[in-house]
Nanobody
Framework: QVQLVESGGGLVQPGGSLRLSCTAS????????MGWYRQAPGKQREVVAV???????SYVVSVKGRFTISRDNAKNTVYLQMNSLKPEDTAVYYC????????WGQGTQVTVSS
């Protein structure tokens, strides 16, 4: 009965912005580390950003200074604010919740193109 539902993906021009949201149900949200991962065709899935249950944040080098992960425990929601988007950011973005167990959302497509 665990569900992670993402929204906010779409097509944007280079330099544009998107805000992804992921709302979780069926877990004690505040106790989980939350993360955003992405995968492009033919490439490895990579972690983009994580936020711990205590609010600590980490980012892959390629998005530092451009992306911000945040969470609202009262809404069971994690966000990924993506600014200054580049074509290389094009991928399916997945929401992840992790503690001893781990859960994934269905993914949302982000396409950065002129």
């Amino acid at each position: 009965q665990v569900q992670l539902v993402e929204s906010g993906g779409g097509l944007v021009q280079p330099g544009g912005s998107l805000r992804l949201s992921c709302t979780a149900s069926g877990i004690t949200f505040a106790m989980y580390a939350m993360g955003w991962y992405r995968q492009a065709p033919g490439k490895q899935r990579e972690v983009v950003a994580v936020i711990g249950s205590g609010g600590s944040r980490s980012y892959v080098v390629s998005v530092k200074g451009r992306f911000t992960i945040s969470r609202d425990n009262a809404k069971n929601t994690v966000y990924l604010q993506m600014n200054s988007l580049k074509p290389e950011d094009t991928a399916v973005y997945y929401c992840n919740a992790a503690r001893q167990d781990s859960y994934w959302g269905q993914g949302t497509q982000v396409t950065v193109s002129s």
